[in-house]
T-cell receptor, first 113, second 114 residues
């Protein structure tokens, strides 16, 4: 089975801090994704990576950046955390072929105080 | 633009009753469609996917979905609800502009009463 592991289940940070969310997958998938999940809004794509060092902006990239130095690891960075970034963050991965499903981690619930 | 609409943000059923969760999509090309389930405090898990083969797709945990092109729908059903089915369900369509991406609906929370 595919395993997508997010480093923290719950995280509390302060406004203005630089925050790192880490995600690791063990299936050699080409694609990795970061989503934000908010009630009533479903999942919104923040960033997408289709290869090492390659990234593409999603629907809501403002205030976020990403890093993919190794194939199995995809990091989401909040450059200067703000209270409106309090949310559930989900990481996913998929094979780099059409129509392959995405596999999700358990999420990180981030609170910015 | 592509979109996915899930009618009803909350659905409540009694244990043993039929479950029907609605999903309508818009797509200018034949769509590839997915249903995911999210149990409390977990990530999303794939229930089933439609990839232009049979229009009736069977998934895990007794769920199935029927693709109806004329209605642009992909509703999720289960004949008899179980308490363990209580979760949030998301419908998604493959993006045309980048086939590795998915466009998600806003989700439907299913409650099951004894």
């Amino acid at each position: 089975d595919v395993k997508v592991t997010q480093s923290s289940r719950y995280l509390v940070k302060r406004t203005g801090e630089k925050v790192f969310l880490e995600c690791v997958q063990d299936m050699d998938h080409e694609n990795m994704f970061w989503y934000r999940q908010d009630p009533g809004l479903g999942l919104r794509l923040i960033y997408f990576s289709y290869d090492v060092k390659m990234k593409e902006k999603g629907d809501i990239p403002e205030g976020y950046s990403v890093s993919r130095e190794k194939k199995e690891r995809f990091s989401l960075i909040l450059e200067s955390a703000s209270t409106n970034q309090t949310s559930m963050y989900l990481c996913a991965s998929s094979q780099g072929r059409n129509n392959q499903p995405q596999h999700f981690g358990d999420g990180t619930r981030l609170s910015i105080l | 633009a592509q979109s996915v609409t899930q009618l009803g943000s909350h659905v409540s059923v009694s244990e043993g009753a039929l479950v029907l969760l609605r999903c309508n999509y818009s797509s200018s090309v034949p769509p590839y469609l997915f249903w995911y389930v999210q149990y409390p405090n977990q990530g999303l898990q794939l229930l089933l996917k439609y990839t232009s083969a049979a229009t009736l797709v069977k998934g895990i945990n007794g769920f199935e979905a029927e693709f109806k092109k004329s209605e642009t729908s992909f509703h999720l059903t289960k004949p008899s609800a179980h308490m363990s089915d209580a979760a949030e369900y998301f419908c998604a369509v493959r993006a045309i502009y980048n086939t590795d991406k998915l466009i998600f609906g806003t989700g439907t929370r299913l409650q099951v009463f004894p």
